[in-house]
């Protein structure tokens, strides 16, 4: 298996060639084993209920419970992206902007392995959402 560093040394025709493709899915694959196993923490944990007569303490339990369910919801979106990757790997597509088609570049994959868009794509995106909303 590659590393980040070999990786980056790779010259450009290089790009998305069988060993970074193997590289990108084995990194989300880990990536995907770890947020299933973190909801399935969460689950246990909030199993756990523990009843505690103190009001102020009960209120920071909920409120604990109630930042690992927003953590957790976050991570089932990530969840949805880095599926989304792997399935785009499979489909021979991971790696190319979803709006130019141009590569997403090997240094943004590594900062954020579900990135669809080139940077100075995401960088319009920003922008027409700062400017106009959602």
């Known amino acids: 298996m590659l590393t980040e560093e070999q990786i980056l040394k790779m010259s450009e025709k290089d790009y998305m060639n069988e060993a ?3 590289f990108f899915k084995a990194r ?4 995907e084993i770890d947020l299933l196993k973190n909801a399935g923490e969460t689950t246990e944990h909030l199993r756990e209920t523990v009843l505690v007569p103190d009001p102020a303490d009960r209120a920071t339990i909920e409120e604990e419970h109630a930042l690992e ?3 957790r919801d976050r991570e089932r979106k990530l969840l949805k992206k880095v599926q989304q990757s792997i399935a ?6 991971y790696g190319w902007c979803e709006e130019t088609g141009e590569p997403i570049g090997i240094p943004r994959l590594l900062a954020r392995p579900t990135a669809t868009l080139s940077l100075e ?7 027409k959402q700062k400017l106009y909303g959602d």
């Open 28 to 31: 989300l694959q880990q990536l």
């Open 88 to 93: 785009s790997i499979d489909a021979g597509e």
């Open 121 to 127: 794509a995401q960088q319009r995106r920003e922008l």
């Open 20 to 22: 970074q493709l193997a």
């Open 69 to 71: 369910l927003r953590t």
